[in-house]
T-cell receptor, first 114, second 116 residues
Framework: DVKVTQSSRYLVKRTGEKVFLECVQDMDHENMFWYRQDPGLGLRLIYFSYDVKMKEKGDIPEGYSVSREKKERFSLILESASTNQTSMYLC?????????????FGSGTQLSVL | AQSVTQLGSHVSVSEGALVLLRCNYSSSVPPYLFWYVQYPNQGLQLLLKYTTGATLVKGINGFEAEFKKSETSFHLTKPSAHMSDAAEYFCAVTDNSGGSNYKLTFGKGTLLTVNP
């Protein structure tokens, strides 16, 4: 069965800390995504990687960076966490090919920045 | 640019009643449209999708949606709600301009509550 695994379900960090959110997929997918989910705002794309070492900014990249050194792993980095980055973070992956390929989502990481 | 508007952030129905979740899209080219569902404490899963062909699309768990180009809509329906349908539903669109590396734009979500 397909799996997208996010390393932590809940995370509490302090303002100014550097935060790493990890995502691993076991499906050999080329595309990987980071979204944040906030009540009333839905899912907003932060960053997108279409292959190893390839990345593209999404709609809200400010305050975030990403790393994709291996195909199966896509990391989201908060360089200096702030309280407005308190949110649910969702990782997803997808095989390329056709638009029929669906996104597979992880269960999410609820990050609280105090 | 593409966008999605979901009318109604919260819909409440009785068990056995019709479920109707509304989605309107904006896209400069023919869109591809999706509905995803998120059950409590889980990630999103695909319910159904429209890419080309038949405009009435059937998905999992008895849901279906109809693509209406003239109304720029892709509303999700289910004839008879079940308690297990309680979840948050997201409509999403892509114009496939990125080729095989397309990105989805999601709506803000509609929380469905099913009352006994």
């Amino acid at each position: 069965d397909v799996k997208v695994t996010q390393s932590s379900r809940y995370l509490v960090k302090r303002t100014g800390e550097k935060v790493f959110l990890e995502c691993v997929q076991d499906m050999d997918h080329e595309n990987m995504f980071w979204y944040r989910q906030d009540p009333g705002l839905g899912l907003r794309l932060i960053y997108f990687s279409y292959d190893v070492k390839m990345k593209e900014k999404g709609d809200i990249p400010e305050g975030y960076s990403v790393s994709r050194e291996k195909k199966e792993r896509f990391s989201l980095i908060l360089e200096s966490a702030s309280t407005n980055q308190t949110s649910m973070y969702l990782c997803a992956s997808r095989s390329t090919g056709t638009v029929n390929e669906k996104l597979f989502f992880g269960s999410g990481t609820q990050l609280s920045v105090l | 640019a593409q966008s999605v508007t979901q009318l109604g952030s919260h819909v409440s129905v009785s068990e056995g009643a019709l479920v109707l979740l509304r989605c309107n899209y904006s896209s400069s080219v023919p869109p591809y449209l999706f509905w995803y569902v998120q059950y409590p404490n889980q990630g999103l899963q695909l319910l159904l999708k429209y890419t080309t062909g038949a405009t009435l699309v059937k998905g999992i768990n008895g849901f279906e949606a109809e693509f209406k180009k003239s109304e720029t809509s892709f509303h999700l329906t289910k004839p008879s709600a079940h308690m297990s349908d309680a979840a948050e539903y997201f409509c999403a669109v892509t114009d496939n301009s990125g080729g095989s590396n397309y990105k989805l734009t999601f709506g803000k979500g509609t929380l469905l509550t099913v009352n006994p």
